[in-house]
């Protein structure tokens, strides 16, 4: 029955999330805000709702790793399984844009997760520069695209909702979602801690290979068809700065306003898996200037060595 819950958890969640960026991006977009701006603020944080949800959710019920593991894992997941299958499907050639400013935020974003980390907690003001430098990062992309003219993936996104709903439908969108997501994060932090309880395993380790894996889930198929259609550079863009959002954005909120134990197993373990594929992805894009199959096949095994590990470090 736990196991069921956790499927209707991650299903509420998916949905719950999609609700809420429709309903919030059309109420936006009849504000006359900007299709950039909607997609570079609204978008992204609705397209992170679920993480945030669960992030919060489980820090404030008393299971922080629940919290930290499932971005922990989402990262790792992002760029080991979900790269690696959208490169199975079609080789991505990498751009400048790639090269030059998502990957060094991300990796920015990685370094200093690993030193706020490693006294044990994210205190609200090492939180606090995590929103600071994400808010100055999104300033900068949106003043740049509309000075150099450059049509952002977000931006295609919004374009592609539908803005002729009368307000109230908007308005019902947008409270679906929010409730969806409210139940969705309890339904699956409570799975969580249940199966833990009766395998025998940690709430860390549940939280790093499935709950990482079911809030990947959106990035998987969105890279999956990006790839399928040869839109690649959406793809690893999408993948990366997803990366850096949930660093900055989920646990920067959250230790704002909680702060974020981090357990001793995820300071001696996961986060040297992170910091590893998330560096490894540099010679990955700089050689051979693409990421073909052969390169997508290392990844899943980087991925299935990184769940490996995890489940064997539990027994």
């Known amino acids: 029955m736990e196991y069921l819950w956790l499927i209707l958890g991650l299903v509420a969640l998916v949905l719950g999330g999609e609700f809420l960026v429709k309903g919030a991006v059309s109420i936006a977009l009849k504000a006359k805000i900007s299709p950039l701006v909607v997609g570079m603020t609204v978008v992204s944080f609705g397209t992170s709702a679920p993480e945030l949800l669960v992030s919060l959710s489980a820090v404030f019920d008393g299971y922080p790793d629940v919290s930290v593991g499932?971005?922990?894992?989402?990262?790792?997941?992002?760029?080991?399984?979900?790269?690696?299958?959208?490169?199975?499907?079609?080789?991505?050639?990498?751009?400048?844009?790639?090269?030059?400013?998502?990957?060094?935020?991300?990796?920015?974003?990685?370094?200093?997760?690993?030193?706020?980390?490693?006294?044990?907690?994210?205190?609200?003001?090492?939180?606090?520069?995590?929103?600071?430098?994400?808010?100055?990062?999104?300033?900068?992309?949106?003043?740049?695209?509309?000075?150099?003219?450059?049509?952002?993936?977000?931006?295609?996104?919004?374009?592609?909702?539908?803005?002729?709903?009368?307000?109230?439908?908007?308005?019902?969108?947008?409270?679906?979602?929010?409730?969806?997501?409210?139940?969705?994060?309890?339904?699956?932090?409570?799975?969580?801690?249940?199966?833990?309880?009766?395998?025998?395993?940690?709430?860390?380790?549940?939280?790093?290979?499935?709950?990482?894996?079911?809030?990947?889930?959106?990035?998987?198929?969105?890279?999956?068809?990006?790839a399928v259609r040869k839109e690649t550079d959406i793809s690893i863009g999408n993948l990366i700065g997803s990366n850096i959002f949930n660093i900055f954005a989920i646990l920067g909120i959250t230790s704002i306003l909680h702060p974020l134990k981090i357990s001793q197993s995820i300071n001696q373990f996961d986060m040297y898996f992170l910091l590893a594929i998330s560096i490894l992805l540099l010679p990955l894009m700089l050689f051979g200037k693409k990421i073909g199959r052969l390169k997508g096949v290392f990844l899943i095994l980087f991925y299935a060595g990184y769940v490996y590990f995890s489940i064997m470090a539990e027994k």
């Open 70 to 226: 499932a971005v922990v894992g989402s990262n790792i997941s992002n760029i080991g399984l979900v790269l690696g299958i959208t490169v199975l499907i079609f080789p991505i050639v990498v751009n400048r844009d790639s090269l030059r400013i998502d990957w060094p935020l991300m990796i920015l974003a990685t370094f200093m997760f690993y030193f706020f980390a490693m006294n044990g907690e994210i205190s609200w003001w090492e939180g606090s520069i995590f929103m600071v430098i994400l808010s100055l990062f999104t300033f900068w992309l949106i003043r740049r695209s509309r000075r150099e003219g450059i049509q952002l993936a977000a931006e295609s996104e919004v374009e592609e909702i539908n803005v002729g709903n009368p307000v109230y439908k908007d308005v019902f969108f947008l409270a679906i979602g929010m409730l969806a997501l409210y139940f969705g994060a309890e339904w699956l932090i409570d799975s969580v801690v249940s199966i833990a309880s009766s395998q025998g395993v940690s709430e860390k380790l549940i939280s790093v290979t499935i709950v990482a894996f079911g809030t990947s889930l959106p990035e998987l198929v969105t890279s999956a068809m990006a």
